[in-house]
């Protein structure tokens, strides 16, 4: 069996880094007909975990994430969408797992450590937050996922996935299935930087082209990024590493797109070398990358706009998801609990 599981935390809609890191792969996997079973979980759970004294935000945005998967193609006919706090196995299964992992390890986590200096948590980390590789682990193994299509951000937390379930499998015999983790192919997409040039596209640094975005909003945000702060004329050489409009142009940009909105060039190589020779000014790049994300984003707006007029069938969709979920994460449960000697009245 091939069995994948993903998901995104639901603090705000998703983003185009989303979309290239993540979802669109989703979609292709989706597609390939090469698995048997998809989840993609909406992670409440976690969200809450650094927003606990403000659940309506998380509440708020289950519906925006859910119609951001949908309007991606997510389509629910062949994955499971369902919400992480309606499957109660995987707080068990979380509460076993920490009894196998040491307080310094989660420490020594790249992405914990990044994650609690992101948010001022120093000397005050809730402890749910401190243990979500752990979370994380039972979310991918109730699922017995094979597959965990994730961003380059998130390599630590599957490595410490790894080691979870080596742990439990040589403690009590093998029972886990051990994850493979799929990365973008494509270089760019693994960390989209924000419009402003910051390294990461967040929703608090108000730097994101979200996918349910206008077509007015993507242009107007596309017009104002920042580029190559010495190419301040057009004869001016400029710089393609670092600048933003060409790493966007790396994730989303091809051949066939210069052919019908800049033929003067082939191909992305053409524009940057230009670019890097001088003669070529930053609006002209812009809006060739304006373009291309307006194509790549308008069938997304419209299946959105479609969603949204069907709220209560997203509903349904979640709903039922989330028990097919319940029912497949509670067989790993009892499996858990046997292996454990806790399945007292089997």
């Not at 951001?68 to 992480?84: H, S």
């Not at 979370?135 to 996922?145: G, H, L, N, P």
């Not at 060039?265 to 790049?285: A, M, N, S, W």
Request: aromatic share 8%; proline share 5%; charged share 25%.
């Amino acid at each position: 069996m091939k069995i994948i599981l993903t998901g995104d935390r639901p603090t705000g809609k998703l983003h185009v880094g989303h979309y290239v890191g993540s979802l669109k792969e989703r979609v292709r996997l989706q597609n390939s007909g090469e698995f048997d079973e998809i989840y993609i979980m909406i992670a409440d759970a976690q969200a809450l975990t650094d927003n606990a004294e403000h659940p309506e935000k998380v509440r708020n945005n289950i519906i925006e994430v859910a119609l951001d998967y949908l309007a991606c193609g997510i389509d629910p006919e062949k994955a499971t969408i369902f919400i992480q706090s309606m499957v109660p196995a995987l707080t068990e299964l979380t509460t076993y797992y920490m009894n196998l992992v040491t307080v310094s390890r989660v420490q020594r986590n790249p992405t914990v450590k990044a994650e609690i200096q992101m948010r001022n948590f120093e000397a005050s980390i809730p402890v749910g937050f401190f243990c979500y590789p752990i979370s994380q682990a039972s979310d991918i193994t109730a699922f017995r996922a094979t597959d965990v299509p994730v961003g380059e951000d998130q390599l630590p937390m599957l490595e410490q996935c790894k080691e979870i379930v080596h742990k439990f499998n040589s403690v009590y015999g093998e029972t886990l299935t051990e994850p493979n983790i799929i990365l973008p192919k494509n270089a760019a997409c693994l960390r989209l930087p924000g419009i402003d040039g910051k390294a990461k596209m967040s929703k608090s640094l108000g730097n994101c082209i979200y996918l349910s975005d206008s077509a007015e909003d993507v242009q107007k945000k596309v017009m104002s990024m920042f580029t190559d702060p010495n190419h301040l004329r057009v004869q001016d050489p400029g710089k393609v590493e670092g600048n933003p409009v060409f790493t966007y142009l790396d994730a989303f940009c091809t051949d066939e797109q210069f052919a019908e909105f800049l033929p003067e060039y082939k191909c992305l190589d053409e524009l940057k070398e230009h670019y890097q020779r001088g003669g070529l000014g930053d609006v002209k790049i812009k809006k060739f990358l304006n373009k291309v994300l307006q194509a790549e984003l308008a069938p997304i707006r419209e299946r959105r706009a479609m969603w949204e007029s069907r709220i209560p069938d997203v509903y349904d969709i979640l709903k039922s998801g989330s028990e097919v979920a319940r029912a497949k994460a509670n067989e790993t449960l009892a499996d858990v609990r046997r292996a454990m000697k806790i399945n007292y009245f089997e």
